[in-house]
T-cell receptor
Framework: GENVEQHPSTLSVQEGDSAVIKCTYS??????FPWYKQELGKGPQLIID?????GEKKDQRIAVTLNKTAKHFSLHITETQPEDSAVYFC??????????????FGKGTKLSVKP | DTAVSQTPKYLVTQMGNDKSIKCEQN?????MYWYKQDSKKFLKIMFS???????INETVPNRFSPKSPDKAHLNLHINSLELGDSAVYFC??????????FGSGTRLTVV
């Protein structure tokens, strides 16, 4: 089955700097790669996603890149702000079999943005 | 106007008890899920339900059972609770257009 690895587990940056979180996946048939932000005491919230037919997607300060050949995708946050501090999860969705639609999550990255 | 709502938000109970967590979504999504988040924040799929049919059941003890009275609800029943069941449980719904929407979670503490 699909396996998603996420690095780093913790990341501390200064306000205004960029932050990059990287994930790799194992199932080449996976076709959907969302990123979630989880703030303390809340559920994960979708912040950006990318599908396997696209290499890059950007939404204001957030961008995601996908390399299908290497089976890795990354989240880029520019001009970080203290409110970006949270746990970020990458995920992959297998594209076949009974597990279709079932998101497999990475183990999360705790991002701390220092003012 | 909450899209996916779970109740209760906190649940403290003794070992051996039976408890339920309710989940409702008003998004009209076809598929609903339960995820378990452990103390290390790892999110693991427990169940998914599509049109009243359980289509995925991971390595979850049979003390856990999902119940879906209708398309908008997927409740989680847990029998004979154990200390290791303590975690945060998230309900989610899915649509191919918007992906997953998660509820705010239920923190279960078994004492």
């Amino acid at each position: 089955g699909e396996n998603v690895e996420q690095h780093p587990s913790t990341l501390s940056v200064q306000e205004g700097d960029s932050a990059v979180i990287k994930c790799t996946y194992s199932d080449s048939a996976s076709n959907y790669f969302p990123w979630y932000k989880q703030e303390l005491g809340k559920g994960p919230q979708l912040i950006i996603d990318i599908r396997s037919n696209v290499g890059e997607k950007k939404d204001q300060r957030i961008a995601v890149t996908l390399n299908k050949t290497a089976k890795h995708f990354s989240l880029h946050i520019t001009e970080t702000q203290p409110e970006d501090s949270a746990v970020y999860f990458c995920a992959a969705r297998p594209g076949h079999g009974g597990s279709q639609g079932n998101l497999i999550f990475g183990k999360g990255t705790k991002l701390s943005v220092k003012p | 106007d909450t899209a996916v709502s779970q109740t209760p938000k906190y649940l403290v109970t003794q070992m051996g008890n039976d408890k339920s967590i309710k989940c409702e979504q008003n998004l009209g999504h076809d598929t609903m899920y339960w995820y378990k988040q452990d103390s290390k924040k790892f999110l693991k799929i427990m169940f998914s339900y599509n049109n009243k049919e359980l289509i995925i059941n991971e390595t979850v003890p049979n003390r856990f059972s999902p119940k879906s009275p209708d398309k908008a609800h997927l409740n989680l029943h847990i029998n004979s609770l154990e200390l290791g069941d303590s975690a945060v449980y998230f309900c989610a719904s899915f649509t191919g257009l918007r992906g997953y929407t998660f509820g705010s979670g239920t923190r279960l503490t078994v004492v």
